[in-house]
């Protein structure tokens, strides 16, 4: 009998009773594997995966291409797309669920963005903001700052991993457009 015969029924109730949120990165990715590959252990995969790309933000926004020379196959690299876009998904709903700020004069400062990801003990930071106007493509300014907090959060330990803009119905995200 395999050494991880068992091990997807036990993680699969690991994270049913203490949350999602409990699970390491390379776990949450076997569950998202576990689609894409009916057996075997893809615990080796997952963390080959990890290590390859620097961490999960950076593994799953990788393009397809990228994924794909990794040693995922096309269930892997759907299974691990779609979970991104659920999330992008999520954020977007819950952003226009709540109110928005129709203002041009709050400007957001580096310092305090990074001042409040040390607050939480953050390691890594996602900006994510929505754009009234409905499309989320990005402005000059909002790359401009994105670089500003980037280049402000790097030397205190603290890695940028992307700035999603919301729109309407779609999303921009810096880190696919090379801006980051």
Do not use: C
């Not at 009234?132 to 401009?144: C, R």
């Amino acid at each position: 009998m395999p050494h991880y015969f068992g091990h997807r029924q036990r993680l699969r109730e690991r994270m049913i009773a203490n949350g999602a949120e409990t699970l390491p990165d390379y776990e949450l990715l076997e569950v998202i594997l576990f689609a894409a590959r009916a057996r075997g252990d893809v615990k080796p995969v997952a963390k080959a995966l990890l290590g390859h790309f620097g961490g999960f933000a950076e593994m799953v926004s990788a393009e397809p291409e990228a994924l794909a020379a990794a040693g995922l196959n096309l269930a892997g690299i759907a299974a691990v797309k779609v979970a991104r876009e659920a999330a992008l998904r999520l954020m977007r709903a819950e952003l226009q669920q709540r109110p928005v700020l129709n203002s041009w004069d709050t400007p957001v400062y580096p310092r305090e963005v990074v001042k409040r990801a040390l607050e939480l003990g953050a390691s890594a930071l996602i900006l994510v903001h929505n754009h009234p106007s409905g499309d989320p493509t990005p402005s000059k300014a909002d790359i401009a700052v994105t670089k500003d907090i980037k280049k402000a959060a790097a030397p205190l330990g603290v890695v940028l991993h992307d700035h999603v803009i919301i729109g309407r119905n779609r999303h921009t995200s810096l880190r696919e457009l090379r801006e980051i």
